[in-house]
Structures are given as C-alpha cells and as structure tokens.
C-alpha cells in the first residue's frame, strides 16, 4: 500500500559520487519514494554535493559531538535524529544500521518499526584498525579496550532495536551470530542499491569523449580520486599491456586526475554517476580493478550500460554473477592484461557478457531492492 511515512536515517548528505558511502541510502530512499511513499532522509551535516532524488525531502540533523574522531562518534546521529523522527512516521531505516539506538527507552505501543540495514559490522572493522590508532604503551591499550568495549555495546543496542535486518554481505550473518547472538531470522539479504541516470547512446558518448567509432575501447572507474593509488596504477598498467596488440586502442579512466599522460589514455577527474555511465556507454570492456575485496558500484553501472565487464577477483558482490562478469586470475597487472587481451580479441564473448550482465545488474535497482524493505515491513505489522 502506497502513501506511508518513512524516515530514513542515512550517514550522511546527498553524494554525486557513487562511491561515496551515503549513496546506497540515498539509492533505497528513491526506490522507496517511486512507490508513492512520503520518505524523508535524516543526515548530519556535511557538503550536499547533489540535489535530492524526487521525492525524497532532506533533512538535516546538527549533532553535538563530545569526542570528535573517536571510534563511537557515529551514535551521536542515532539520537539526534530519533529526535527528529515524525510522530506519524510508519516505518524507520537505518541505513546503515551505525552504533547507538534511535529511540532509546522511549519505544512504546504504537512506534514505527525500525529497518536496521548492516552494510558491514562496526566491530570488526574497529579491529580492523585499532592496532594503527593507538600506540603500544599501557595507556595506548587501556584507550583501545575502552573504544572497543563502548563500539560492542553501542552496536549491540542498535541491532537489539531493529524489528528486521538487511545485509549485503554473505559473510555478515556468521560476525553477528558471532559476536551478538543475533537472531538469523531478523536477517534478510539484499542487494546494495544503485542509483543510475539517463545513459547516452554509444554515438554520444563517444562524442562527447572524442573517442573514434571504430576502435576499442576500456573503460576503467576508480573508487577514490587518489591518482597515486594501486587501483590506478593496476589499471594503467594492464592497458600498457595490451595497447601493442590492438591498434587505436583506448583507455579511458574514470574519478581520478592523473597528470600523467600515456598514449591512448584518458582520465576523467569528475566523480559524478553521469561520467561514470558516460563511459562505460561508449566502452566495449569495462575493467573494474580494486586492490582490496569491496563491492564495487561502478561495476553495476557497467553492466546496465552492456559493457563486458573483467573484474579483479577482489570485487565482491552479494550473490554470484552467474556467468555475468569475467574475473581474473588475480588482481596482478598481468593477469589483468592477459583477460583484458582475450576479451578485446573476442567480440561474442562480450556479447554475452553484456547481455547476461544487465540481467544481473537488475538485482541493484533502488525500486526492487525497496520492494524487498517494504515487502519485509508488511510482515512485521501483520
């Protein structure tokens, strides 16, 4: 039934960049808006770098924060925005589901349910990272065992306060059965969503990147604008790779100004989703090369364009592509360049990757991915 009051509780304002972490919460609030629902999202503070999407009011939440850059800065939005939750508001999402509780002690009959959606679980990457934060003195330690002590309990009353769990990590469910004992029927899978534009025609992207119509092209999206990062440096060298064996090859990179300039090889500092799709749609192969194991957004944004997509064996995705993605051997420059070679030389090999890719990435559009939120929000008010 459309027309309910949602509010959402997201990590921060409206991103360009679809690599920003805010932007699957922005992503779920457009696919819950487009069903007709009156969605607002909470945020703190910080640069709005895109208008909201239609439908969706934004909402900013100032915070008093006691200990800026501590491990438990984040709980200081739980409460400040539970302040600002609507009376009549149906339903609550976290996404993601952070540290502290919204409402407190103050739930009671009749409050809305509350979504908790898990993007990644605070505790371990607190591990993660404790051992760089503090110096091995006593006291280092004592500041360590105290962060670590208030991330649990903070974490621990943000899951104890949601009525149903997402997650888009497989490995999720097993860390909170672990650590907090959660109950593996709050849980639910879905995927991260994915917020996309209107794409250009082949002819027009080429155009506008003054690419000929006629060659091979790469496209390759980063996921930080670090020019010096192993990301580029992996990308920039499977391409030299391979360039010799494909004449007028290109290389277009995207979200990243590198000064240095190759033969062949463009790259786009912007980091909005338009130049984003503007490449992959004048790309016959996307490469996709992240060093670390991630989920990568620019990857669904190949595969609704009907790029190939090769991807490092580092991507991550919630469930297996089936055939969708072309993964290397391993995220090494020379694995890379050997796949990257097989599929520029193969054109029905990148047929049917593109055809089976934009199947796949249906599974990331914000409106199926918040039919699934809602369908879970009807069965806990029945």
Same mark, same amino acid.
């Given at each position: 039934?459309?027309?309910r009051?949602?509010?959402?509780?997201?990590?921060?304002?409206?991103?360009?960049?679809?690599?920003?972490?805010a932007?699957?919460?922005?992503?779920?609030?457009?696919?819950?808006?487009?069903?007709? /629902?009156?969605?607002?999202? #909470?945020?703190?503070?910080g640069?709005?770098?895109?208008?909201?999407?239609?439908? %969706?009011?934004?909402v900013?939440?100032d915070?008093? %924060?006691?200990?800026?850059?501590?491990?438990?800065?984040?709980?200081?939005?739980? +409460?400040a925005?539970?302040?600002?939750?609507?009376?009549?508001?149906?339903?609550?999402?976290?996404?993601?589901?952070? =540290?502290?509780?919204?409402?407190?002690?103050?739930?009671?009959?009749?409050?809305? !349910?509350?979504?908790?959606? %898990?993007r990644?679980?605070?505790l371990?990457?607190?591990?993660?990272v404790?051992?760089?934060?503090?110096?091995?003195?006593f006291?280092?330690?004592?500041? *360590?065992?105290?962060?670590?002590?208030?991330?649990?309990?903070?974490?621990?009353?943000?899951?104890?306060?949601?009525?149903? =769990?997402?997650?888009?990590?497989?490995? $999720?469910?097993?860390i #909170?059965?672990?650590?907090? !004992?959660?109950?593996?029927?709050?849980?639910?899978?879905?995927? *991260?969503?994915?917020?996309?534009?209107?794409?250009?025609s082949?002819?027009?992207?080429?155009?506008?990147?003054?690419?000929?119509?006629? $060659?091979? @092209? $790469?496209?390759?999206?980063v996921?930080?604008? /670090?020019?010096?990062?192993?990301?580029?440096?992996?990308?920039?060298?499977?391409?030299?790779?391979?360039?010799?064996?494909?004449?007028?090859?290109?290389?277009?990179?995207?979200?990243?100004? @590198?000064?240095?300039?190759e033969?062949?090889?463009?790259w786009?500092?912007?980091?909005?989703?338009?130049?984003?799709?503007?490449?992959? &749609?004048?790309?016959? @192969?996307?490469?996709? &090369?992240?060093?670390?194991?991630?989920?990568? @957004?620019? !990857? $669904?944004?190949?595969?609704?364009?009907?790029?190939?997509?090769? &991807?490092?064996?580092?991507?991550?995705?919630?469930?297996?592509?089936?055939?969708?993605?072309?993964?290397a051997?391993?995220?090494?420059?020379? /694995?890379?360049?050997a796949?990257?070679?097989?599929?520029?030389? /193969?054109?029905?090999q990148?047929?049917?990757? +593109?055809?089976a890719?934009?199947?796949?990435?249906?599974?990331?559009?914000?409106?199926?991915?918040?039919?699934?939120?809602?369908?879970?929000?009807? #069965?806990?008010?029945?």
């Amino acid at each position: 039934m459309a027309g309910r009051t949602v509010d959402l509780v997201a990590a921060g304002p409206c991103p360009s960049d679809p690599y920003d972490p805010a932007a699957p919460s922005w992503a779920l609030a457009a696919g819950v808006a487009s069903g007709g /629902d009156r969605v607002r999202v #909470l945020h703190p503070p910080g640069p709005t770098a895109a208008p909201a999407p239609p439908g %969706v009011e934004a909402v900013r939440v100032d915070l008093a %924060v006691r200990r800026p850059g501590a491990a438990v800065e984040g709980a200081a939005l739980a +409460g400040a925005a539970g302040r600002r939750i609507r009376p009549e508001a149906e339903l609550v999402v976290r996404d993601p589901i952070g =540290l502290g509780p919204v409402f407190g002690g103050r739930r009671r009959s009749g409050s809305p !349910s509350v979504v908790g959606i %898990v993007r990644g679980v605070e505790l371990a990457a607190y591990d993660g990272v404790a051992a760089h934060q503090h110096p091995g003195s006593f006291m280092g330690r004592v500041e *360590t065992w105290r962060d670590r002590r208030s991330v649990r309990r903070l974490e621990r009353e943000a899951l104890a306060e949601a009525d149903r =769990l997402f997650y888009d990590d497989p490995e $999720v469910p097993a860390i #909170l059965a672990r650590e907090y !004992s959660v109950d593996p029927h709050l849980l639910t899978d879905a995927p *991260t969503p994915v917020l996309g534009g209107t794409l250009p025609s082949r002819t027009n992207a080429r155009g506008d990147l003054r690419l000929p119509l006629d $060659v091979l @092209v $790469v496209a390759a999206p980063v996921g930080s604008e /670090d020019a010096s990062s192993p990301e580029v440096r992996a990308v920039q060298e499977a391409f030299r790779r391979v360039r010799s064996l494909f004449v007028g090859a290109r290389l277009v990179g995207v979200g990243a100004a @590198v000064d240095r300039v190759e033969p062949g090889v463009t790259w786009i500092p912007e980091r909005d989703t338009a130049s984003f799709e503007r490449a992959f &749609a004048a790309a016959d @192969v996307a490469l996709i &090369a992240p060093t670390v194991p991630r989920f990568d @957004v620019g !990857s $669904v944004l190949a595969l609704r364009a009907g790029c190939a997509v090769l &991807a490092s064996p580092s991507v991550r995705f919630p469930t297996a592509p089936d055939g969708a993605v072309r993964f290397a051997g391993s995220p090494d420059p020379a /694995d890379l360049a050997a796949s990257l070679a097989e599929l520029l030389a /193969d054109p029905e090999q990148r047929r049917m990757l +593109g055809k089976a890719g934009a199947a796949f990435a249906s599974r990331f559009d914000p409106e199926r991915v918040a039919a699934t939120v809602t369908a879970a929000r009807r #069965l806990l008010v029945a």
